[in-house]
């Protein structure tokens, strides 16, 4: 019996005790996934500090810097956002940087006409300057498991399989009661083909091992114009953890957006309050 097979008899057993997916109670995390830090409750965090010119900012961009939206392609860019980050980018000396799941090829349209440097698919794509190439840091892909995940999961078009080459993720904001399933499927065949899942906002994200955002900001602040400078990260899920770990670290800080736990410092409560705090950093007034 393969394994799509006993999972979906697996579902079915479980449908009349708590239905499809265990909507009512997670099941136990997958061996697949990478451990969370149980040091991550900090309900006392207080708001951060303004920027100051000798910081090295790395910024994550879904939940961040943009909204959340139901599916990855809906995101929307406020028309502000690339001119904010353009000062922003001038007053720290060009140490800007998004750190994001998504490629940098869609980091540059989303952004257009700005180009920074930063990292993608949690580090697995790595661009050194905004006038570089585009890096290729991890030693694996994902292989057939986005196909494999399309199969398990055609009977249900709110589940979303992102190709993102390096990486795959599980988008079930659509299908909230199918959370459970999402996190054993993924983990199960992440594990098999040698590779990483971790859990998002109601999503899955299957990674090669040696792949997170904190690992990107180390490779960067070796480099100009991040070396010699603070780092702070900013970001709100739990695949911004590594970052803000790394950064705090190396003696900067970290800075959770919305709810939630996390190692962070600083905490904002919402994207607009982001915006507001890189408007103030980046000496704008009455921005946005």
């Given at each position: 019996m ?35 830090m ?41 028309p ?7 000062a ?10 998004i ?18 440097a ?17 890096e ?13 995940l ?8 709110r ?6 080459g ?30 990483s899942?971790?859990?998002g ?12 955002k ?11 114009p ?7 990260f900013?970001?709100d ?36 309050e982001v915006?507001?705090?890189l ?10």
């Amino acid at each position: 019996m393969d394994f799509f097979t006993s999972e979906r008899m697996r579902r079915q057993d479980a449908g009349g005790a708590g239905g499809r997916g265990q909507a009512q109670g997670r099941a136990a995390r997958p061996s697949g996934f990478m451990p969370v830090m149980s040091a991550m409750a900090r309900p006392d965090v207080s708001l951060p500090p303004a920027l100051g010119e000798d910081i090295a900012l790395f910024h994550d961009l879904d939940g961040s810097l943009l909204e959340l939206a139901s599916r990855p392609e809906a995101v929307k860019v406020a028309p502000y956002l690339p001119v904010l980050l353009t000062a922003l980018h001038r007053r720290l000396g060009g140490a800007l940087a998004i750190v994001s799941g998504r490629q940098i090829q869609t980091l540059d349209r989303l952004l257009y006409p700005l180009r920074l440097a930063g990292a993608g698919l949690h580090g697995a794509e790595l661009r050194r300057d905004l006038r570089g190439s585009i890096e290729t840091t991890a030693t694996a892909g994902s292989g057939d498991l986005p196909e494999a995940l399309r199969r398990y999961f055609s009977d249900d078009p709110r589940i979303v399989i992102e190709d993102k080459g390096m990486a795959v993720a599980v988008h079930f904001r659509l299908a909230p009661e199918r959370a459970a399933e999402c996190e054993a499927v993924a983990a199960a065949l992440a594990s098999a083909m040698g590779l990483s899942a971790t859990q998002g906002k109601m999503v899955i994200e299957v990674l090669p091992p040696e792949v997170n955002k904190g690992q990107a900001v180390q490779a960067l602040m070796t480099l100009p114009p991040f070396a010699g400078r603070r780092p702070v990260f900013v970001g709100d899920d739990l695949t911004d953890e590594n970052g803000i770990l790394v950064a705090q670290a190396m003696g900067g800080y970290g800075i959770k957006v919305g709810a939630g736990p996390s190692v962070a410092h600083y905490r904002l409560g919402s994207v607009p309050e982001v915006h507001g705090w890189l408007a103030a950093g980046a000496g704008l007034r009455d921005f946005a």
